[in-house]
């Protein structure tokens, strides 16, 4: 366990410079810095980091503390004082580490565990980092949302997915993608991704956001007929994503933006249910020909940035929604494109 005070003055990294075949790491991504620094900022008492793995370029020795069974494998480590590390795994949290310590000095009696290789060499590092992340898998992002109790629009989506009636039973909680034959009619990464996206902005507390999140998507469940059938067994899951768009994310997300919209003019369902029900008249049906290059290429369901903004552009024009400045840029751009 070392103190994080240490952990910058110990672990230097310097190797932004060196080209590629001659770097043991990847090089830092500044851009993934702000988000672990804030993370340790904002939980000091319960952040949580796995261990970091260097290599020792100098002398060590180890003095056990017992001569005989199991006490010669515990004690101290002896390493020269002219002795280098290199990070094998871990240099974002290091950086992370350092620009939180500047914030908060604090936080430099905490401890994170160090796994401690010795320095066989370049290409044994080299070796190391390939074989730490070989296998590395990044989790599904609807698994994220179900266990992430820091986030509130997590749990926002997570009590949507329970007790909501349009998503009750039909929310896939664990996987980001349906498969063919899946009962379910939407992921759990998806309904957060819309909501969160619905309350962007709001100066709302975390149960008005609740309430008015489940007053959103139930106005919206009124104006969608094949989501109700689906819950009745008239229809199933499968049939419903198949034939058509408003169970796909990029659709969900739309909705949820042009949802921010109504709300940012007013809180009170009052005055914007009646907005929503125009969207029973949207062919939401992928054989229309609309959605080419909006939500669909090629007949495939896209994600993109561009092409959320597209299929906002055309619900907002079924709700009789101004579209902003950078809207208007990107339905200039298609519609150029079109011609």
Not at 175 to 181: A, C, D, E, I, Y
Not at 191 to 201: D, K, M, N, P, S
Not at 253 to 260: E, K, P, S, T
Request: one cysteine or more.
């Amino acid at each position: 366990m070392c103190p994080l005070r240490l952990i910058p003055k110990i672990f230097l990294f310097d190797e932004d410079e060196l080209v590629p075949e001659v770097r043991a790491q990847r090089i830092l991504n500044k851009g993934r810095l702000p988000a672990l620094t804030r993370y340790i900022i904002d939980n000091p008492n319960d952040y949580v980091f796995s261990a970091l793995t260097a290599s020792i370029d100098g002398d060590i020795r180890f003095e056990s503390i017992a001569n005989s069974e199991s006490g010669t494998r515990a004690g101290q480590i002896r390493i020269s004082m002219a002795a280098r590390f290199l990070i094998n795994d871990g240099q974002h949290r290091r950086a992370a580490i350092e620009q939180a310590l500047k914030e908060n000095p604090e936080l430099g009696e905490e401890t994170i565990a160090v796994v401690f290789f010795h320095d066989s060499g370049l290409a044994r590092c080299q070796q190391m980092f390939a074989d730490l992340n070989r296998h590395a898998v990044r989790p599904p992002r609807s698994i994220g949302v179900l266990y992430d109790h820091r986030d509130d629009q997590a749990t926002t989506a997570r009590l949507l997915a329970i007790r909501a009636p349009v998503f009750k039973g039909f929310v896939e909680m664990e996987k980001s993608t349906l498969s063919q034959r899946s009962r379910k009619l939407f992921t759990l990464s998806s309904v957060y991704y819309a909501t969160r996206a619905l309350l962007q902005g709001l100066e709302t507390t975390k149960e008005q956001s609740q309430l008015l999140a489940e007053a959103y998507w139930t106005a919206v469940d009124a104006a969608i007929p094949e989501w109700k059938l689906v819950r009745s067994r008239e229809l199933s899951a499968p049939e419903v994503r198949r034939d058509y768009l408003h169970s796909h994310g990029i659709a969900l997300h739309a909705l949820g933006r042009v949802g921010n919209s109504l709300l940012r003019m007013s809180l009170a369902p009052q005055t914007w249910t009646p907005t929503l029900k125009r969207l029973s008249m949207v062919d939401w049906s992928r054989a229309n020909v609309d959605w080419e290059g909006r939500a669909l290429i090629g007949g495939r369901v896209s994600k993109s940035h561009q092409n959320l903004t597209l299929t906002a552009n055309y619900l907002r024009k079924h709700l009789n929604l101004e579209l902003s400045h950078e809207e208007q840029r990107v339905e200039d751009a298609y519609l150029r494109g079109e011609s």
